[in-house]
């Protein structure tokens, strides 16, 4: 979720807590927020910290309605009580979080804070489309990710998923249906129960000798790790602050030995956990930028971690080293044949146009295209994996919408916009770690791209 894994899935990706929200006397759906000028009758200007004191207090009281919202808070304790004890109703929220887009669009940030006031402006627009849909009110697949992750994926022409399977067809080794001959690998490939959390705990700990190599985190930093069932997830990071983060693996499925350095460093180092800190230590503490106490699962933010905790993994580990990495130390943690190191990285990269069949199934579904059945047979087919799997996928795309988008299309924009600019693994290691201090949006990075 944080960051959510989705092969993972992660993510990623995504936050547990109780799924029902409690009723509100909301207006009818369909409405639109009030404009400046009928929030603001007398107008007054506000000072950006006013303005983001009070986003906070709106942020903690819509988590109450919508318990997958606030996937971290770090500030102080009072602030929360207070925003909590007022008693809130979701439509009043939602004429406040409009004021608060109002009185924000009147402000002209100090200098060196134009960037904090459009980043701010957009979390408010991503908060108020998130209560929209809250209050009942339906938006299009595209309409949702533009509003609350500043992104559009592009039409996916289904044929690219066929071109896949051919290509998998031919690298699969063995006998019988795409399908069988992957799972047959697969199996093969599967860590004993007994091993996983040592083997978890090497790739966190490789990962993270790489990310020191090349950044300096505070000396204190740590994360503790919790083996976990019954999720909708594959690894999640629930960021403490001070920087400190709980690291959840999920074991619903079998834990095959490439989960380990992905999720190590999708959820660990460079990825959330580095990430996590770099916010805090630089926006929040530095700064003193008070916002970025609360973290919104559906914001535009989302968008850039969990693509970079993706390409977290290119960074670490360039080349063939992931691979080599597993060949030399993983597999025989597993006692697994490290001959298959090879078979794997080939399927691996054969497999990679896959990695848009949710966010594919996930846009006709949502825009109602798709029965449940349908959407389920099309993950099927094209994820190779057995019903129950595709339901469990399911359920995340009802879950969490369109909140999939960050993990394919955040991969491939992060990845356009430090390989434009980086011809060494260095270089990559430079523009990443500025990338974390200074986050960009779905939309900039879109526009480096091109």
């Given at each position: ?16 807590g ?12 369909g409405?639109?927020p ?59 929220l939602?004429?406040e ?9 009147l ?33 299009s ?5 533009a ?21 998998l ?21 599967e ?21 020191l ?36 693996i ?25 990430w ?16 970025y ?29 992931k691979?080599?990495?597993e ?67 399911l ?16 991969y ?9 600019k ?18 960009k949006?779905a939309?900039?990075?879109?526009v480096?791209?091109?």
């Amino acid at each position: 979720m944080k960051r959510i894994v989705v092969s993972c899935l992660a993510l990623a990706l995504a936050a547990c807590g109780n799924d029902t929200a409690p009723e509100a006397n909301a207006p009818a759906t369909g409405t639109t927020p009030p404009s400046a000028a009928e929030t603001n009758a007398e107008t007054v200007i506000r000072d950006i910290d006013e303005i983001a004191r009070d986003y906070i207090s709106v942020a903690l009281a819509f988590g109450e309605f919508d318990p997958d919202y606030v996937d971290a808070y770090t500030g102080p304790e009072d602030w929360k009580e207070e925003a909590l004890s007022a008693g809130r109703a979701l439509d009043e929220l939602y004429t406040e979080a409009a004021g608060l887009a109002a009185d924000l669009a009147l402000t002209t940030p100090p200098a060196g804070e134009e960037r904090r006031a459009k980043i701010l402006s957009g979390n408010i627009q991503a908060m108020i489309a998130r209560m929209r849909m809250v209050r009942g009110e339906t938006l299009s697949f595209d309409e949702e990710t533009a509003l609350i992750y500043d992104a559009v994926v592009p039409e996916i022409d289904p044929a690219i998923f066929d071109a896949a399977l051919a290509r998998l067809d031919d690298v699969l080794p063995g006998d019988g249906s795409i399908a069988e001959r992957r799972e047959a690998l697969q199996r093969q490939l599967e860590v004993p129960e007994d091993k996983v959390e040592e083997m978890i705990r090497t790739a966190i700990a490789e990962c993270r000798k790489r990310t020191l190599a090349y950044y300096d985190l505070p000396e204190d930093e740590s994360f503790t790790l919790e083996l976990v069932r019954d999720k909708p997830w594959s690894g999640y990071n629930w960021y403490q602050g001070d920087y400190e983060s709980l690291i959840q693996i999920n074991l619903d499925q079998p834990f095959r030995v490439d989960r380990a350095i992905d999720l190590g460093c999708h959820e660990g180092y460079p990825g959330h956990h580095v990430w996590n800190i770099y916010t805090e230590r630089y926006l929040l503490k530095e700064k003193g930028w008070i916002e970025y106490y609360v973290f919104p699962l559906f914001s535009p933010g989302a968008f850039f971690a969990e693509g970079s905790a993706n390409y977290g993994v290119d960074v670490a580990f360039p080349g063939d080293e992931k691979k080599n990495y597993e060949r030399d130390v993983l597999y025989l943690i597993a006692g697994i044949d490290p001959a298959l190191a090879d078979i794997d990285s080939i399927v691996a990269e054969a497999s990679r146009q896959l990695q848009f069949v949710s966010v594919y199934v996930a846009r006709e579904y949502l825009n109602g295209n798709f029965t449940r059945d349908e959407a389920i047979d099309v993950l099927q087919k094209y994820r190779l994996i057995s019903r129950d799997r595709a339901e469990q996928s399911l359920a995340f795309i009802e879950k969490y919408r369109g909140y999939i988008i960050n993990y394919s299309h955040g991969y491939n924009l992060v990845k356009a916009y430090i390989e434009a600019k980086a011809e060494t693994d260095e270089e990559r290691w430079d523009i990443f770690e500025d990338m974390l201090r200074n986050p960009k949006t779905a939309s900039e990075l879109l526009v480096a791209e091109e």
